[in-house]
């Protein structure tokens, strides 16, 4: 697992980029913004395997992004504290920029089976 250990770096963007640049955060983010709280929520909508969804939520809480709320039943939940939901406009400026300059690759077409190859 990897461990958060807070940037010393002079620059707000190199702080934050040691949380916020590894390649998941922005993601568990959005699934949060979209309302998931749950572990197993967080695995189901994300291709991430458990030990790294594990290290990243861990990641988050230590950074006070997350806020580890113990289980009311058999699942604990993982909500945005205030900092958290402050990134709110961050997401949706960056959401914003990757819909007007980055447009989403073509899907291959798949081929049916029945088609006729002609």
């Not at 309302?35 to 991430?48: C, P, Y």
């Not at 961050?90 to 089976?113: F, H, N, Q, V």
């Amino acid at each position: 697992m990897k461990a958060y250990s807070p940037s010393r770096s002079p620059c707000p963007i190199g702080r934050a980029s040691r949380v916020l640049g590894d390649r998941w955060a922005m993601l568990i983010l959005r699934e949060a913004f979209l309302g998931v709280e749950h572990f197993e929520q967080f695995l189901d909508r994300l291709d991430i395997s458990r030990a790294a969804l594990t290290s990243r939520l861990g990641i988050l809480v230590a950074a006070g992004i997350f806020e580890r709320v113990p289980p009311t039943g058999k699942r604990a939940a993982y909500r945005l504290t205030d900092a958290g939901r402050a990134l709110g406009p961050t997401y949706e400026a960056i959401k914003a920029w990757g819909d007007a300059w980055l447009p989403p690759a073509p899907r291959p077409e798949k081929e049916s089976r029945d088609q006729d190859p002609r």
